[in-house]
């Protein structure tokens, strides 16, 4: 999987199995990530998810999800589209990933 950027990407995320799987993703490419902005809605179960990851990216060093930051032009032109069908990754391939990545639970929430 191979995605050609040089500058950070904006990552949109939702705490859902693709998104989380799009994540991953992108760490294992080792693409610059600027900014990961969570739009999903604010449920109890999101939250708890997204501390859950919001720590595994702190422990890669990585900057964690941001919950409804102002983005400036810059960050929105950066933004990602899916590069899901792109690598070829069905949902049985994300949630692999995601696991084969130590991420310690699968998002409740599928594509």
Not at 46 to 65: A, F, T
Not at 73 to 85: A, C, D, W
Request: aromatic share 8%.
């Amino acid at each position: 999987m191979t995605l050609k950027t040089q500058a950070p990407v904006t990552v949109l995320y939702r705490c859902d199995l693709r998104d989380t799987a799009i994540l991953v993703g992108l760490i294992q490419s080792r693409v610059s990530i600027g900014t990961i902005a969570y739009t999903g809605s604010i449920e109890k179960e999101n939250m708890d998810y997204l501390r859950v990851v919001n720590s595994w990216l702190d422990n890669k060093g990585l900057p964690q999800i941001l919950i409804h930051p102002y983005l400036s032009f810059e960050q929105l032109e950066r933004t990602l589209s899916n590069p899901l069908p792109e690598w070829g990754w069905s949902a049985e391939e994300c949630k692999a990933a995601i696991k084969l990545a130590g991420l310690p639970a699968i998002p409740v929430k599928n594509c």
